[in-house]
């Protein structure tokens, strides 16, 4: 039977390489080989901005949609830039935000006269950084005269509401869910209170639990030191940017175990630290009005494609157990941190046929937009 493993194990250290040129240049550098691979992207290295390149014309007639982020998580947000997703996407350095400079000029290109502009949606994880730059950017945007609205999202359900207090939960994988939809409103020529209120409501559905296999290591060095878990550990919970997770389980337990620990962190409406999803129950019916779900399986950067449909199998299967129905299933390096061996599991409970802010096969079929 798997137990936790002590709290603070003693460290272990161990050497991994980065192929870079300089740790300073990585992040630009990355984003330079992205747009001349896809002429449908354009890069401002000033700022760190990639932008659709027919950004000109489609900010004319339409909500334009900016995600943002520390670099080291690719392909979020730039993998996401084009259409029917993310207008623009600007980055700061390795695990860093961007500051407030660089997303108020990502603001000004969306919006070249705010006088006439549609608006746009503002989005990033929850993280202080993240917040603190978005703040200052959004009061200097409205002081000129731009309209923008601001979604932070917050999904990791390992971070309780005890420990999340005023600050929330983390960031991971939930807002690429809720920008799908958001996205594709937008390319449909909604607005922005529409486009927006769609993102917050399917950010408050949406909740995402990780395992980690190791830890990860910034990219500081061509050669560098990286903390190790202890012998035949996994860390379930750890953040994005190596965050202490809920707990270490040794010894390592079964996929099939490790996937009913995780789906039942996610579906729990037992929990009052937890049950962020709000599910009407655990244990749904077919009759049960939100027990159809979109399950998205992601790498948190080296496990591969093989390891994770196994692992979205065994999720489906531990779903369908419980009584809920996978509509879609996703899968793929997403949102990644760096080359950290691991997976997630984000998980969105569709809406009801009517009676919230969207319907469920309006949902679905925002989901399937392209």
Same mark, same amino acid.
């Given at each position: 039977?798997?137990?936790?493993a002590?709290?603070?194990p003693?460290?272990?250290t161990?050497?991994?390489?980065?192929?870079?040129?300089?740790?300073?240049?990585?992040?630009?550098?990355?984003?330079?080989?992205?747009?001349?691979?896809?002429?449908?992207?354009?890069?401002?290295?000033?700022?760190?901005?990639?932008?659709?390149?027919?950004?000109?014309?489609?900010?004319?007639?339409?909500?334009?949609?900016?995600?943002?982020?520390?670099g080291?998580h690719e392909?979020m947000? #730039? *993998?996401? !830039? =084009?259409?029917?997703? $993310? +207008?623009?996407y600007?980055?700061?350095?390795?695990?860093a935000?961007?500051? @407030?400079?660089?997303?108020?000029?990502?603001?000004?290109?969306?919006?070249?006269?705010?006088?006439?502009?549609?608006?746009?949606?503002?989005?990033?994880?929850?993280?202080?950084?993240?917040?603190?730059?978005?703040?200052?950017?959004?009061?200097?945007?409205?002081?000129?005269?731009?309209?923008?609205?601001?979604?932070?999202?917050?999904?990791?359900?390992?971070?309780?509401?005890?420990? #999340? *207090?005023? !600050? =929330?939960?983390?960031? $991971? +994988?939930?807002?690429?869910?809720?920008?799908?939809?958001?996205c594709?409103? @937008?390319?449909?020529?909604?607005?922005?209170?529409r486009?927006?209120?769609?993102m917050?409501?399917?950010?408050?559905?949406?909740?995402?639990?990780?395992?980690?296999?190791?830890?990860?290591?910034?990219?500081?060095?061509?050669?560098?030191?990286?903390?190790?878990?202890?012998?035949?550990?996994?860390?379930l919970?750890?953040?994005?940017?190596?965050?202490?997770g809920?707990q270490?389980?040794?010894?390592?337990?079964?996929?099939?175990? $490790?996937?009913?620990?995780?789906?039942?962190?996610?579906?729990t409406?037992?929990?009052?630290?937890?049950?962020?999803?709000?599910?009407?129950?655990?244990?749904?019916?077919?009759?049960?009005?939100?027990?159809?779900?979109?399950?998205?399986?992601?790498?948190?950067?080296?496990?591969?494609?093989?390891?994770?449909?196994r692992?979205?199998?065994?999720?489906?299967?531990?779903?369908?157990?419980?009584?809920?129905?996978?509509?879609?299933?996703?899968?793929?390096?997403?949102?990644?941190?760096?080359?950290?061996?691991?997976?997630?599991?984000?998980?969105?409970?569709?809406?009801?046929?009517?009676?919230?802010?969207l319907?469920?096969?309006?949902?679905?079929?925002?989901?399937?937009?392209?």
């Amino acid at each position: 039977m798997a137990t936790l493993a002590p709290s603070h194990p003693p460290a272990r250290t161990k050497q991994t390489f980065h192929v870079i040129n300089s740790p300073a240049d990585a992040v630009t550098e990355a984003l330079t080989g992205l747009t001349e691979h896809n002429p449908f992207l354009s890069f401002a290295p000033a700022h760190k901005i990639v932008y659709r390149s027919d950004l000109d014309t489609f900010r004319e007639s339409h909500v334009t949609t900016i995600g943002f982020s520390g670099g080291g998580h690719e392909p979020m947000f #730039g *993998g996401f !830039v =084009g259409e029917g997703f $993310l +207008s623009a996407y600007v980055s700061g350095n390795i695990f860093a935000s961007p500051t @407030a400079k660089q997303i108020f000029e990502a603001i000004r290109m969306c919006q070249p006269d705010p006088g006439s502009s549609p608006g746009t949606l503002l989005v990033c994880g929850n993280y202080t950084g993240d917040i603190l730059n978005a703040g200052l950017a959004l009061t200097r945007a409205a002081a000129a005269g731009y309209t923008v609205r601001f979604v932070p999202v917050g999904d990791d359900v390992a971070v309780g509401r005890k420990k #999340g *207090g005023k !600050v =929330g939960r983390r960031g $991971l +994988s939930g807002h690429l869910i809720a920008l799908k939809a958001a996205c594709a409103l @937008a390319a449909q020529g909604e607005g922005l209170e529409r486009v927006a209120q769609v993102m917050e409501y399917v950010a408050a559905n949406v909740g995402t639990v990780g395992v980690a296999f190791d830890r990860v290591a910034l990219p500081n060095a061509t050669l560098t030191d990286i903390q190790t878990l202890p012998p035949a550990t996994i860390e379930l919970g750890m953040g994005a940017h190596g965050e202490p997770g809920l707990q270490q389980i040794s010894p390592i337990p079964s996929p099939a175990s $490790l996937v009913e620990r995780m789906v039942s962190l996610l579906t729990t409406t037992s929990d009052p630290d937890r049950n962020f999803i709000p599910f009407s129950t655990s244990t749904p019916s077919p009759s049960t009005p939100d027990a159809e779900v979109v399950l998205l399986v992601n790498s948190l950067g080296s496990t591969s494609d093989e390891v994770l449909a196994r692992f979205a199998e065994l999720g489906i299967r531990d779903l369908d157990g419980r009584g809920f129905v996978v509509r879609r299933l996703t899968l793929g390096p997403l949102v990644t941190s760096l080359k950290m061996s691991g997976f997630g599991f984000t998980l969105w409970r569709l809406p009801p046929l009517t009676g919230e802010a969207l319907g469920r096969e309006e949902a679905v079929r925002l989901w399937d937009w392209r």
